[in-house]
T-cell receptor, first 115, second 111 residues
Framework: GAGVSQSPRYKVAKRGQDVALRCDPI?????LFWYQQALGQGPEFLTY????????KSGLPSDRFFAERPEGSVSTLKIQRTQQEDSAVYLC?????????????FGPGTRLTVL | RKEVEQDPGPFNVPEGATVAFNCTYS??????FFWYRQDCRKEPKLLMS???SGNEDGRFTAQLNRASQYISLLIRDSKLSDSATYLC????????????FGKGTMLLVSP
């Protein structure tokens, strides 16, 4: 079956531009997570959805970052007025989140470069 | 202090060597522990969970010491295909399964 997909795979933005990153989780997965991975670092948590509800957004670095999952499946991470420090790989992960089915499956990521 | 700290890398070892990675975590209430593997420019993938009793999967052995807040991964008989970054991962007691990652330790296995 299909895994988690993300688009675009690569995005180059000029400083100040808005970007939107898309995540298609595995069908039927209740939970969806966004992580940010800077070069040479481990992924860092941004936000978490359970179905359409955003239950935790404590990792979003500023109010320029916004995420949504309106129908409980596809999610979009939007970054407004991008800055150079936003350059990173943005990873999406999904899980069934049922008892014994907690494993998170990651998508290939979107590599964002802000010039 | 970061929540999850790992040995700095990279580790350069010859094929067949045994290599061990260490990791410490700061939140004593952390509830679940894992090792993930990440190949260059790829996404992280679960390697194995870590249990207090210790667990083994083929050439890989993971150990957890809750009293010392310490996690380890041992790889025996290293293969070229083991070259990757190994990420120590903890789930804090937050009610959600948010993963907290260490910085990762890079392993390079050479012929």
């Amino acid at each position: 079956g299909a895994g988690v997909s993300q688009s675009p795979r690569y995005k180059v933005a000029k400083r100040g531009q808005d970007v939107a990153l898309r995540c298609d989780p595995i069908s039927g997965h209740v939970s969806l997570f966004w992580y940010q991975q800077a070069l040479g670092q481990g992924p860092e948590f941004l936000t978490y959805f359970q179905n359409e509800a955003q239950l935790d957004k404590s990792g979003l670095p500023s109010d320029r970052f916004f995420a949504e999952r309106p129908e409980g499946s596809v999610s979009t991470l939007k970054i407004q007025r991008t800055q150079q420090e936003d350059s990173a790989v943005y990873l999406c992960a999904s899980s069934l989140e049922e008892a014994g089915a907690w494993e998170q499956f990651f998508g290939p990521g979107t590599r964002l470069t802000v010039l | 202090r970061k929540e999850v700290e790992q040995d700095p890398g990279p580790f350069n070892v010859p094929e067949g060597a045994t290599v061990a990675f260490n990791c410490t975590y700061s939140n004593s209430a952390s509830q679940s522990f894992f090792w993930y593997r990440q190949d260059c420019r790829k996404e992280p993938k679960l390697l194995m969970s870590v249990y207090s009793s210790g667990n083994e999967d083929g050439r890989f052995t993971a150990q957890l010491n809750r009293a010392s807040q310490y996690i380890s991964l041992l790889i025996r008989d290293s293969k070229l295909s083991d070259s990757a970054t190994y990420l120590c991962v903890v789930i804090p007691l937050s009610g959600y399964s948010t993963l907290t990652f260490g910085k990762g330790t890079m392993l390079l296995v050479s012929p």
